[in-house]
């Protein structure tokens, strides 16, 4: 019979799942020298956030198939070190969407009708019906920033309840909006339109500080926002000078820069409320995480696929040997096809070429999916959800192959279409497993992915390189390569220059600046 060891705290539910095919074993608070011990003896891990599980624990877990997280992040998993055992590890990416979404709902009508403060004052035996006098969410504009599965839910409340909807996510397409209801904007709109802002995005390079002090100027006086996301989205201290300025109504928080909550002015106004993020603090939510993961577990355990794999599921560990450099290299062609074609992509074409066309193609088109989609999505994506994610937000998936192509080996080709036009790139393995890109919108380079990349299309003139050579130096950034690539001499060329620095906020308007320059695009890998 297998075994499952549960190291942290699980709901009794979870537990009587397992228990149906396997031997459970519940031992908390396991520190991690015994942990490394014992779990040579187990099947499978279930733990919360309590159990770090190294890439130590992971190797001694001999007999290991699967790692279930009950819970959204895996943060306290090495997934890099589960994916070279060829064990899957799970978590739960839905059990808490309904908890987040009411509780963003809650602090909004909260809010509005200053529930907290009423509370408190009736509770000191007071009666100031005056001094709570509130507003009405019906026919007000609520601007819900991320419509992924949380914020999709906050605005079909939103609409029941009478609201005008505006939304910005660039990776939703304009149908799936319509669906929901929703009328795209950018956030300037959002920002200046909006009685209500609900944020429902993860906290990136892009989103951090989100809500500023430039935002906060371009909203309405009468403008509430609720933050039950992540924390950092907000300047905090902008919006407590926004607060008492009288800029904006209000704000309710779940979320802060960092938690517990310290010092902090926000405490001060009774129009804020704060909360010790609860958003997934629910008796239900902690019973739907146990449920999730421990079923997926008992599947596994069965022989059956996971369905919320974060690494890659239903793969055996030689057949995933062989494919896990060219997933890698799928991933990485289709985060960067993604940013090149811009974030509201509507196609994308997967083309498996030379050997490659003879292979299984599932793996390698869901891993271009998930690159595609990991600048919007981040951890939340994995290869069992990617293609989910693609058909909500309005994304048709073509692939192809081409036996035919033998310029290498086998090589990946993916097109996408997106917001910033048509775009394509072609990548390759060495022999030595490094990865290449070998062409861009149909120009021939060589060059591998680095973690900050400038692209240009430009005309094929003397100077140009000097010229995007010295405004990079001017910046004080730094180029670790440059290739340019051309089909004629003096016409288009694509130059791909790879940098050792991101580039510095208006630099890529500068450059386009340049006599010659046509268009430049700026990458993150």
């Known amino acids: ?85 060829g064990i899957v590890v799970v978590n739960s990416p839905e059990g808490n969407t309904i908890a987040a979404a009411e509780h963003a709902l809650a602090m909004m009508l909260s809010l509005s009708r200053h529930v907290p403060e009423a509370n408190q004052s009736v509770k000191a035996n007071k009666w100031e019906r005056k001094r709570f006098m509130g507003a009405e969410v019906y026919k007000k504009t609520l601007g819900v920033v991320g419509l992924g599965k949380i914020g999709s839910h906050v605005a079909n409340v939103g609409k029941a309840m009478g609201m005008k909807l505006l939304a910005f996510d660039p990776f939703i397409s304009k149908e799936r909006a319509d669906q929901l209801g929703c009328t795209l904007v950018d956030l300037d709109l959002l920002f200046s339109e909006s009685d209500y802002i609900t944020l429902h995005v993860p906290k990136t390079k892009e989103t951090a500080h989100l809500i500023n002090t430039e935002a906060l100027a371009k909203m309405k006086p009468t403008t509430r926002i609720i933050n039950c996301a992540r924390g950092g989205i907000i300047d905090e201290e902008a919006l407590a000078e926004a607060i008492a300025s009288g800029t904006i109504a209000g704000a309710a928080l779940d979320v802060f ?89 509507q196609q994308l074409t997967v083309k498996l070429q030379g050997e490659l066309a003879t292979n299984r193609s599932q793996p390698l088109v869901i891993a271009s999916i998930k690159g595609l989609l990991s600048q919007a999505l981040r951890e939340r994506v994995n290869y069992v959800n990617a293609e989910i994610e693609a058909q909500e937000r309005g994304i048709r998936v073509i692939e192809t192959r081409d036996a035919s192509q033998r310029d290498y080996s086998g090589s990946i080709y993916l097109a996408a279409q997106g917001s910033m036009g048509e775009h394509s790139v072609t990548g390759v393995l060495l022999g030595d497993g490094e990865i290449r890109i070998t062409d861009v919108d149909g120009f021939p380079i060589n060059v591998p992915p680095s973690n900050y990349m400038l692209f240009t299309v430009h005309r094929d003139m003397p100077g140009i390189i000097g010229k995007i050579g010295s405004l990079l130096g001017s910046f004080n950034v730094n180029i670790a390569s440059m290739q340019v690539g051309r089909k004629i001499v003096r016409g288009d060329a694509v130059m791909a220059v790879s940098l050792d620095d991101p580039l510095p906020e208006g630099l890529i308007s500068e450059i386009t600046k340049v006599d010659g320059i046509r268009d430049a695009y700026t990458v993150k890998l």
């Open 257 to 345: 820069e960092e938690e517990p909550l310290g010092e902090s002015k926000l405490r001060d106004f009774d129009n804020v409320i704060l909360t010790p993020h609860l958003g997934a603090s629910t008796a239900e939510a902690q019973v739907n995480v146990a449920v999730d993961v421990a079923e997926q577990i008992r599947d596994v355990l069965l022989g059956l696929p996971a369905r919320s794999a974060v690494n890659i599921p239903g793969l055996t560990p030689d057949v995933m040997e062989k494919l896990r450099p060219y997933l890698q290299l799928a991933e990485t062609l289709g985060n960067l096809v993604g940013q090149l074609a811009g974030g509201r992509i």
């Open 1 to 85: 019979m297998a075994k499952v060891l549960v190291s942290d705290t699980i709901d009794q539910a979870g537990i009587e799942i397992l228990s149906q095919v396997a031997q459970v074993d519940i031992k908390t608070g396991l520190p991690a020298e015994e942990l490394v011990k014992i779990i040579p003896e187990y099947d499978a891990l279930m733990l919360r956030s309590g159990t770090r599980v190294t890439q130590e624990i992971i190797e001694a877990g001999t007999q290991l198939k699967i790692i279930g997280r009950a819970g959204v992040g895996v943060d306290n998993i090495d997934v890099k070190a589960a994916t070279r055992q």
